[in-house]
């Protein structure tokens, strides 16, 4: 992504933040009357002082004294008008930016997901976008306010005595030179930080999904070691970071001190000289006063513009990533599926996989006729999983077509696609929600008969054993429950959304013979009607489908009877079988 | 309800009592931060307390120059004048130089508590058992170690400085205007009254949200994790838009309560300011007065209004620091809450000494129930001596798993013992029981980094001819040479970049170095075409010799390899043979292998 500059960065979260943007414009109108009325307060202390001077009476103090205080709480009033205006609008801006990232990242292709570290996903769905709203509602607001009053100051002061507003002046300016320094030094350091708290997330984050394989090696020293390297990169960033909010905050406090030092010493010459009354002597000093917070507050106002900066930066590094796979203009739709599903010439490759090596996928023709099921054999790594990634667009094919009842899968929605075709990972993959909701995930209006029928076919009676039966709670990725059972509640899944097509892959790996052979016979019920895709490791599984489809080198090599394949085709039986001729086992 | 640990995370509203003990808990976790940079925390104090000193001095300069140097500067008399102006601007680059220094100092202190905190959580996290991540869940560990640490930095940021700094200044300020006009300052003292009404309804209104706001933050993580962990579940089962409905939902608990919390802070800092106002505009009324009646010179009362206005300055970083702190309490509460609940599986104080462990196994009594309260496995007896190979099979949820779990001990027996080489593994060092068990999970759990990394996490300090040997060992070798930065090629989260059967390959390389006496594999070929299944096995009976295994399988051709067979139903051991003379029996072991050898082709 080509470097945008500060403005045109922070420019681009206006159109998210449209609501918002004429209570944050009201707000800076009253964070700028807020601090006109703290700068003329001197203006009457002028006077005041003056008078008192002069032999002043309680006739002319009371008023003034009154003046002094309106204005003070005018400004009170205004500061809390601007606060009223701008926060909770802010608060809506971060709430929609949020639902727009989440629902972004839904979007978006599971090989984006594959590709981002977790952590860095959710540290730009929380930190970041809270940097965010507090910049809209804050420092926006206050830095051009605070700069506009600093303007407006220095030309008050001026109104004094030109000298003394030319002192003023000429101690600014090496502010504004360490100000343009500070900009580009910071924002490299704010990135990083940013960065790095994100990759801490994620090895949280995978430290804790991991959990089991650290505690079985005993690992956890080990990776704590590594998360305090982490830690302590960090820790030197933010170090670093303050070094230089600290080195730009020593010119903001020393500058406006030097120059209240020189116009004292300025002052009491002019008021020797009478050009200056001791009143405007001290409405002067009274009106820096004024200006001192303004004057300081721009260190942390840029350092928090440069945190906003580098955070929307990050938001939009997800949200401008192209949806590789989305759906078409005009989809197509299937009302009455049948369940053809076709591979046509099906080329497909990894985007990381090396120049040379020919495509994982190269050249995949495969028919299944509505009702019918195949079974997909080949070696591990062969592309079977990578297979049925196509069918459901979880990857786009790139070459060749998948269609689906003669209908390219990319002409439809995916939220139809995904209705007709139904599928059962390898890894479970359950959410620590009800057995009822995990497995009704597909079809969340199906009826009571058929939930227990799902159960039925991927024989998961044990839920029914379990604590509160189908209202328990599974536990996060389903953990409390054995391999076996987590395997057949995904089944059950898949069976329950009631697909055209069902691509199951290798549905049976963690059951044993005796409950895989009472599934498959469950199953079969299902599968005359139901066309459907197996991945198969094993000849007992491939004992489900009607045909078989032997995967080699990315192409469909064989497709037949099992027992055909079996007599005719070497590699199939490389693959699948474990005997040798004489009915042996091979070893 | 009980609030130890983390029982009872979620409730906002809170009964004296436990309000307390939460509160004492967070306390005492923030001393335990503190402690150690103590001394630090000195030096901040003197560079603050200085560096505060000399800006107070300012005003008073100013009030010098007004009503003495300027005087004598009419009858051209400068020296004071000079004088004056020269300590102003000796007292401003005294001032910077020390804030400079403070800033840049606690700095340091404050990342060092940040990483302090951020190392126990993550160790303590760690050292907590499975039993309390199940019900527990990654989202919230990882919500604690996110946006609750971060809600501590902010304290640390901007309410640390602006509050020590704050405080010293008034302090300062005051003891300024009380020297100098003991009027104004008693006039001063009189804002306390409505500061501390003000102060109080912020507090009221403010205590319940924060804890709020670090609950509804937590869910917001757990759900974002949950989606983003099972993205292609979520996808294939079109549940986006059911997703981002109920995630709305929790954005909007969140974004409601933060508003709220805001909006509070909205009238509490201009509510503070304006009493500073009020306050000015009496010592004005009240200074204006005597100026008039002669008892006060003109330059004191600018000083003392410069004083007065200065003193209420510091109070918008006190509000700041007060509204982060009660932040930061809330999270702190939680936080301490997970460093408070003990670990289940604790380890020994005083371990045994176990040098070269044999292998010998042996349960005694042993019984296990999950925390959820099922036995699961009744109580049983179990001796497998060293060097055995065993083949654990049985049909699925027997209790295959958690029999191998209890071994590695990631639960300990609920009843009874378990012993290697005769001692209770309770009293085994951590470092001396993984050494001597190593399990392979039945979920092959890879994490993002190189594939060489993975394996190394079997045995850190592995040398690359180490990792390639094992790698070839268990036939994966070829593969990872094939991908397109060999073994440094990244397998991306959860090992996303490899597939199925290369990630429980490259698990069991990853066990294959670890080179343990006693070795657990739980499902380790499941996903495995036959030709892999076969070279592991062909590995397997080199790499388990002289040692203890614990073979976990469905297929049963590992049964080929093993000395005995045990298997498993409802928890418990029904046949436990050498697997000829099993097979040769009528039992159901010998039903299934018929099964399965049928099923052979
Ligand atoms: N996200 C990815 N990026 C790059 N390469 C990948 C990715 N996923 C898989 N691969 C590679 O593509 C090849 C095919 O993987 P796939 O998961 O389709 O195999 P499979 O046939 O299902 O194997 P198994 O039987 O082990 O499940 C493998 O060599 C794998 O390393
Ligand atoms: N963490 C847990 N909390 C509660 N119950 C659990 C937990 N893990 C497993 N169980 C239950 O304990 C029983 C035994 O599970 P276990 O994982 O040991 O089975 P298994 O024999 O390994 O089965 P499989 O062959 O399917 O892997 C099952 O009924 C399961 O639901
Ligand atoms: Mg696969
Ligand atoms: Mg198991």
């Known amino acids: ?587 | 309800m009980t609030m130890q640990g983390t029982s009872g995370e979620d409730r906002i509203e809170l009964n004296k009592d436990e309000s307390r003990v939460v509160k004492l808990r967070a306390r005492k976790l923030l001393f335990s931060l503190i402690r150690p940079i103590r001394r630090r925390l000195i030096v901040s104090f003197t560079l603050v307390i200085l560096s505060q000193a000399f800006r107070v001095v300012g005003p008073a300069l100013i009030a010098y120059g007004i009503d003495t140097a300027l005087p004598q500067a009419i009858r051209s008399e400068l020296t004071p004048l000079y004088l004056v102006v020269g300590g102003y601007l000796f007292a401003a680059l005294a001032t910077t130089s020390l804030i400079y220094s403070f800033l840049k100092f606690s700095a340091r202190t404050n990342q060092n508590v940040m990483f302090d905190l951020r190392q126990r959580l993550f160790v303590h996290s760690q050292r907590l058992s499975l039993e309390f991540h199940e019900t527990y869940t990654s989202g919230r560990v990882i919500a604690r170690q996110t946006s609750d640490l971060d809600a501590i930095k902010e304290l640390l940021d901007t309410g640390g400085n602006e509050m020590i700094a704050g405080i010293f200044f008034m302090t300062f300020t005051g003891a300024a205007l009380l020297a100098l006009d003991p009027g104004s300052f008693g006039i001063l003292l009189f804002s306390f009254i409505p500061l501390w009404f003000l102060t109080r309804w912020f507090q009221k209104n403010t205590k319940l949200r924060y804890r709020q706001t670090r609950v509804a933050s937590a869910r917001l993580i757990v759900k974002f994790v949950e989606t983003m962990t099972g993205i292609r579940a979520v996808k294939a089962f079109r549940k986006e838009k059911d997703n981002e409905s109920e995630y709305a939902g929790y954005t909007e608990d969140y974004r409601s309560v933060n508003a709220k919390v805001i909006q509070i802070f909205g009238i509490y800092d201009p509510g503070l300011t304006m009493i500073g106002t009020v306050t000015v505009a009496f010592i004005l009324l009240f200074g204006g007065f005597r100026v008039i009646d002669g008892s006060l010179g003109i330059g004191i009362l600018t000083a003392a209004i410069l004083y007065a206005r200065r003193f209420f300055d510091p109070m918008e970083g006190l509000a700041m620091f007060y509204n982060a702190y009660q932040s930061a309490s809330s999270a702190l509460e939680k936080i301490s809450g997970v460093l408070e609940e003990e670990e289940s599986v604790p380890e020994p104080e005083h371990p045994t000494k176990l040098s070269n462990a044999t292998g010998h196994l042996s349960f005694d009594d042993v019984e296990f129930h999950y925390s959820n309260g099922k036995t699961v496995l009744p109580g049983f007896n179990l001796d497998i001596p060293a060097g055995q190979t065993i083949a654990l099979v049985g049909t699925t949820g027997a209790g295959k798993s958690t029999l191998a779990k209890l071994v590695s001990r990631l639960y300990d027996p609920s009843a009874g013992r378990l012993t290697l080489d005769g001692i209770d593994l309770r009293n085994l060092s951590n470092l001396q029981l993984r050494r001597a068990i190593v399990m392979v999970t039945q979920e092959a759990y890879l994490f993002s980094g190189s594939v060489a990394e993975n394996i190394a996490l079997g045995k850190p300090d592995a040398t690359m001819d180490e990792i390639e040997a094992a790698a070839k060992a268990v036939g994966v070798h070829e593969f990872i040479l094939s991908m397109p930065d060999g073994y440094n090629t990244d397998v991306n989260k959860r090992g996303g970049r490899v597939s199925a059967g290369q990630r429980q390959l490259i698990s069991f390389a990853r066990a294959f170095i670890a080179d343990p006496a006693v070795l657990i594999l739980d499902e380790a070929t499941a996903s495995l075409d036959i030709p892999s299944e076969r070279l592991v096995q062909q590995g397997l009976k080199t790499l388990l010799k002289g040692r203890t295994s614990i073979i976990i399988a469905h297929r049963l051709s590992t049964v080929s390899i093993a000395d005995r067979v045990l298997v498993m139903e409802h928890g418990q051991i029904i046949e436990d043979d050498a697997p000829a003379a099993l097979i040769a029996g009528t039992g159901k072991f010998a039903r299934m292998h018929a099964a399965w050898r049928a099923s052979l082709v």
């Open chain 1, 1 to 587: 992504m080509s470097e945008k500059g500060t403005l045109a960065t922070l420019l681009r979260i206006f159109p998210y933040a449209k609501s918002a943007l004429p209570r944050i414009a009201l707000g800076m109108v009253a964070a700028i009357a807020a601090h006109l009325f703290a700068l003329s307060i001197p203006q009457f202390l002028r006077d005041l002082v003056n008078s008192l001077k002069d032999n002043g009476t309680a006739e002319t103090l009371v008023p003034a004294v009154l003046m002094v205080l309106l204005l003070g709480l005018l400004e009170g009033v205004s500061v809390l008008l601007r606060r009223w205006l701008v926060l909770t609008p802010g608060t809506f801006v971060e709430a929609g930016l949020r639902a727009k990232i989440y629902a972004k990242l839904q979007d978006l292709p599971v090989s984006f997901h594959d590709k981002w570290p977790s952590g860095q996903l959710l540290s730009r769905a929380t930190g970041d976008l809270s940097l965010i709203r507090r910049w809209l509602s804050f420092g926006l607001v206050l830095f051009v306010a605070n700069g506009l009053t600093i303007i407006v100051g220095l030309g008050i002061l001026f109104t004094f005595h030109w000298i003394l507003g030319l002192i003023f002046f000429v101690c600014s300016v090496p502010i504004w030179i360490k100000g343009f320094q500070f900009e580009r030094n910071y924002h490299s350091v704010a990135r990083l930080s940013q960065d790095q708290a994100g990759d801490l997330a994620t090895s949280v984050e995978e430290s804790v999904h991991g959990i089991r394989v650290l505690k079985a090696f005993g690992r956890g020293d080990h990776i704590a070691g590594k998360f305090a390297a982490e830690a302590d990169t960090l820790r030197g960033t933010e170090i670093k970071k303050a070094g230089l909010i600290a080195g730009i905050w020593i010119y903001l406090i020393l500058a406006p001190e030097f120059a209240v030092g020189l116009s004292l010493l300025a002052g009491v010459w002019l008021v020797s000289t009478e050009q200056l009354t001791v009143g405007g002597l001290v409405a002067f000093l009274a009106t820096t006063t004024a200006l001192r917070w303004p004057t300081e507050s721009i260190g942390f106002l840029l350092s928090m513009t440069l945190d906003a900066k580098t955070a929307i930066q990050r938001f939009f590094e997800v949200l401008d990533t192209p949806v590789d796979i989305a759906d078409p203009e005009n989809p197509k739709t299937i009302t009455e599926p049948h369940g053809r599903l076709e591979f046509k010439d099906v080329h497909f490759r990894y985007s990381d996989a090396p120049a040379d090596q020919p495509d994982l996928l190269n050249g995949v023709d495969l028919v299944l006729e509505p009702g019918e099921s195949v079974a997909l054999i080949g070696i591990t790594g062969c592309g079977k999983t990578s297979l049925t990634a196509l069918t459901t667009r979880l990857y786009d094919v790139t070459g060749g077509q998948v269609l689906l009842d003669g209908v390219d899968v990319r002409d439809l929605s995916r939220e139809e696609l995904r209705t007709h075709i139904s599928m059962a990972f390898e890894d479970a993959t359950l959410f620590s929600a009800s057995v009822r909701d995990n497995v009704l995930l597909g079809r969340p209006d199906a009826s009571e008969a058929d939930l227990k029928q799902a159960l039925e076919i991927a024989q998961a009676h044990f839920v029914y054993d379990l604590p509160e039966g189908l209202n328990t709670k599974i536990g996060e990725e389903g953990m409390s429950l054995s391999g076996g059972q987590r395997q057949r509640l995904a089944l059950a899944r898949a069976v329950a959304a009631r697909p055209a097509i069902l691509v199951l892959d290798d549905p049976l790996s963690a059951l044993d013979v005796d409950t895989e052979a009472l599934v498959e016979e469950a199953l079969r019920s299902v599968l005359t009607t139901t066309t459907a895709l197996i991945v198969a490791h094993r000849p007992s599984t491939v004992q489900l489908a009607d045909r078989v489809a032997l995967m080699q080198d990315g192409r469909i090599t064989a497709v037949g009877k099992h027992s055909e394949l079996l007599a005719t085709n070497d590699h199939y039986r490389y693959v699948i079988s474990s005997l040798d001729a004489a009915g042996e086992m091979i070893s």
